[in-house]
C-alpha cells in the first residue's frame, strides 16, 4: 500500500522553511554525505565493470587461472587507490578543520 505525502507522518515543506542556520548547516553536511557516498559507489561499480571487462573474455562456470589473477590484480590496484585516496582526503579534512 502506498503512503502520499498527505499523511500525518510525513514530512512537510513548510518544516524545512523554520530550520535554524545550525540545522540547515546539518541537513546541508548530511546531503553532502549522502551524494559522498553515492558517487564513491558509482565509483566502485564502474570500475568493477571496467575489471570484468579487461578480465573476463567468456563467462562460465569457473574462471581460469589468468582470470582470477587478472581480477584480482584489478581489485588490488584498486583499493590501493582508495586507500591513497581516503588518506589523502583525510588529510585535507584534518587541514581544513584546524
Excluded at 23 to 51: G, R
Amino acid at each position: 500500500e502506498r503512503k502520499h505525502f498527505c499523511c500525518s507522518k510525513a514530512p512537510s515543506f513548510w518544516y524545512f522553511a523554520e530550520l535554524g542556520e545550525a540545522d540547515e548547516a546539518e541537513l546541508q553536511h548530511l546531503v553532502a554525505a549522502e551524494q559522498q557516498k553515492a558517487q564513491f559507489t558509482a565509483q566502485v561499480h564502474h570500475f568493477m565493470e571496467l575489471c570484468w571487462d579487461k578480465c573476463v573474455e567468456k563467462p562460465g562456470n569457473r574462471l581460469d587461472s589468468c582470470t582470477e589473477n587478472c581480477l584480482s590484480s584489478c581489485v588490488d590496484h584498486f583499493n590501493g587507490t582508495t586507500l591513497a585516496i581516503t588518506s589523502r582526503f583525510a588529510q585535507i579534512v584534518q587541514k581544513g578543520g584546524q
